[in-house]
């Protein structure tokens, strides 16, 4: 992993094999990433989670549309987008928004056990240490802490 984080900045220079339309569509995807928490922040006050919630989803479909109606772009309007988003909005409410933020901090956790488990991707000793590592800062995170 540090090879790829020392090696990172090679990709941002196309090459003759490399199409600059992979940068343009991840510029694009980072754009309506960032505007989409801009505009929901700002409708938050007024709108309630789970709306927002929908309303996102419903954009999402209405810009996939174009690509087809496919099984992986109705799973990923679903899945990933109404489902995840309405669970997280739900653990907010039940945790509170700081317990919940700890979720994040397990991504890379579920990533690697969702590639070994659905892609067959091979487990090294490092993965394992970085698993104990992320779930171990978790709970210290979430421990109550009584130091009188």
């Excluded at 990709?11 to 694009?28: D, E």
Aim: proline share 5%; hydrophobic share 55%; aromatic share 14%.
């Amino acid at each position: 992993m540090s090879g790829n984080t020392s090696n990172a900045g090679k990709g941002l220079i196309p090459t003759q094999k490399q199409s600059t339309a992979g940068y343009l569509f991840a510029l694009a995807a980072t754009a309506f990433w960032s505007s989409n928490f801009i505009v929901a922040r700002g409708l938050s006050d007024s709108i309630p989670p789970v709306t927002i919630t929908f309303l996102r989803s419903l954009v999402a479909v209405v810009v996939l549309i174009p690509f087809g109606i496919r099984p992986f772009i109705i799973y990923l309007g679903v899945g990933p987008s109404l489902f995840a988003y309405f669970c997280w909005n739900r653990a907010i409410v039940i945790l509170g928004p700081v317990r919940t933020g700890l979720v994040y901090y397990c991504l890379p956790l579920f990533s690697g056990v969702g590639a070994f488990l659905l892609l067959n991707e091979s487990v090294h000793w490092v993965q394992v240490l970085s698993g104990v590592l992320i779930l171990a800062g978790v709970m210290v995170a979430t421990r109550e802490w009584n130091l009188w």
